[in-house]
């Protein structure tokens, strides 16, 4: 069974830095490729960033391009964001996914989801 574990999340300042983390189990980990979404209140789910199995290639939503970097340890089961400048408008919870082989990036695509974990940007 799939278990996808976020964490790192929190309360930071605009203009901070956080880094969130997701571990992996029940899965050929360095198979799938990992994906990350949020959800503001009222809003619907919107892609953040994705990283193919072997972190060759990422992708990112355009609100986050330049800021937030996504990376891997397959050694280690686990999928990064590292999210620099932060923005009020960047407060969601923030949710890691997985998947096997698809294309485009809609949440649909994602077949295993953690639980997410709440980014809150605030002064």
């Known amino acids: 069974q799939v278990q996808l574990v976020e964490s790192g999340g929190g309360l930071v300042q605009p203009g901070g830095s956080l880094r969130l983390s997701c571990a992996a189990s029940?899965?050929?980990?360095?198979?799938?490729?990992m994906g990350w979404f949020r959800q503001a209140p009222g809003k619907e789910r919107e892609f953040v960033a994705a990283?193919?199995?072997?972190?060759?290639?990422?992708y990112y939503g355009d609100p986050v391009k330049g800021r937030f970097t996504t990376s891997r340890d397959n050694a280690k089961n686990t999928v990064y964001l590292q999210m620099n400048s932060l923005k009020p408008e960047d407060t969601a919870v923030y949710f890691c996914?997985?998947?096997?082989?698809?294309?485009?990036?809609?949440?649909?695509?994602?077949?295993?989801w953690g639980q997410g974990t709440q980014v809150t940007v605030s002064s």
């Open positions: 029940g899965m050929p980990f360095s198979t799938y490729t």
């Open positions: 990283i193919t199995w072997s972190g060759g290639r990422t």
């Open positions: 996914a997985a998947r096997r082989h698809a294309t485009g990036w809609g949440a649909e695509t994602f077949t295993s």
